[in-house]
């Protein structure tokens, strides 16, 4: 049973409550990156704040993103195979998709872009494809190599990502190939992952303008790629991460135990302690609150409790 109200601090369980915010006590460390710039030191402080559920009950909910048009979450669970989406406050709205290998239904899927709010993206693993739709969650059309063949799983898409072109961006979970697709769908380029210094498979994708960030498994780096798929660095103090997040002038990590923020630069600016005991699978940002999601839940976390007083 999935439960959608919103739970009041004060009834939070102890494990739900975060220990956020900066100023003064234990720092994050320093570091210098591969490109020999030194990485910014944050510091942190114990503070109780409680980090509000949304929604509990999921079944291994993989991702989620915020439509940044209307603020609507959207939620991908592997275990139901479908899209759920909710409000702000928790309530349902709608919900996408049965498992099947016609369109809008889904096996297994992994990965999603609300890109500008006109558009959605999603990864449907083992029907080896990217599935297309609107902001009215109307099918438009299913993006795959050419030569792919839903029979044999010869494309299996994870995390995806959509630049302001309207160009794709994904990985493939078998072949550890980053994949590069226009926007009618038409295949541009394949880089092989596996001969730069990421270690495969691939959790998390963002992109800014020309460049790619690149969230790895294996020690849960930020990396830096070109457009091109070309290595660039990687971001220290980005290790442990285990979901990443998009914002205009930053992005957001978040790993066990710990929150942080860098710019686009590479340079750390605020790190926060949490309290969320399950691994998180996703992180998206919205207009009033970051989202963390866990295969089980979605955690609201306030602007305020994480904006320099």
Not at 65 to 73: L, M
Request: glycine share 12%; proline share 4%; net charge negative.
């Amino acid at each position: 049973m999935i439960f959608f109200r919103m739970m009041a601090p004060g009834r939070l369980p102890v494990l739900l409550l975060a220990l956020l915010a900066w100023g003064c006590g234990t720092t994050s460390g320093s570091g210098v990156n591969e490109t020999g710039e030194g990485a910014e030191t944050a510091q942190t402080v114990e503070e109780e704040l409680p980090w509000p559920v949304l929604v509990s009950g999921l079944r291994d909910a993989a991702a989620l993103d915020v439509v940044p048009t209307d603020g609507r979450i959207l939620i991908l669970e592997r275990g139901r195979h479908r899209l759920l989406v909710i409000g702000d406050d928790g309530t349902r709205l709608d919900s996408l998709g049965v498992r099947g290998r016609g369109n809008y239904r889904f096996d297994t899927p992994e990965s999603l872009d609300a890109t500008n709010g006109l558009q959605l993206f999603v990864s449907d693993l083992n029907n080896g494809r990217v599935q297309q739709f609107d902001r009215r969650l109307s099918y438009l059309s299913s993006i795959k190599p050419s030569g792919a063949a839903d029979s044999d799983g010869f494309f299996r898409p994870g995390p995806l990502v959509v630049n302001t072109f309207g160009e794709l961006f994904v990985t493939d979970a078998d072949s550890g190939e980053l994949l590069r697709f226009d926007r009618n769908g038409r295949l541009l380029q394949r880089t092989d992952l596996r001969d730069s210094e990421l270690m495969l498979p691939v959790r998390g994708m963002l992109v800014r303008e020309d460049v790619l960030f690149i969230l790895e498994s294996g020690r849960g780096l930020v990396h830096e790629l070109g457009s091109q798929g070309s290595w660039r660095r990687f971001i220290a103090g980005t290790e442990g991460s285990m979901a990443v997040a998009a914002e205009r002038d930053l992005f957001w990590v978040i790993s066990a135990g710990e929150l942080a923020a860098f710019s686009w630069e590479g340079r750390e600016m605020q790190r926060f302690r949490h309290g969320i005991s399950e691994p998180a699978t996703g992180l998206a940002a919205g207009v009033e609150a970051l989202y963390v999601l866990t295969a089980t839940a979605v955690y609201r976390i306030p602007r305020s409790a994480i904006t320099e007083g």
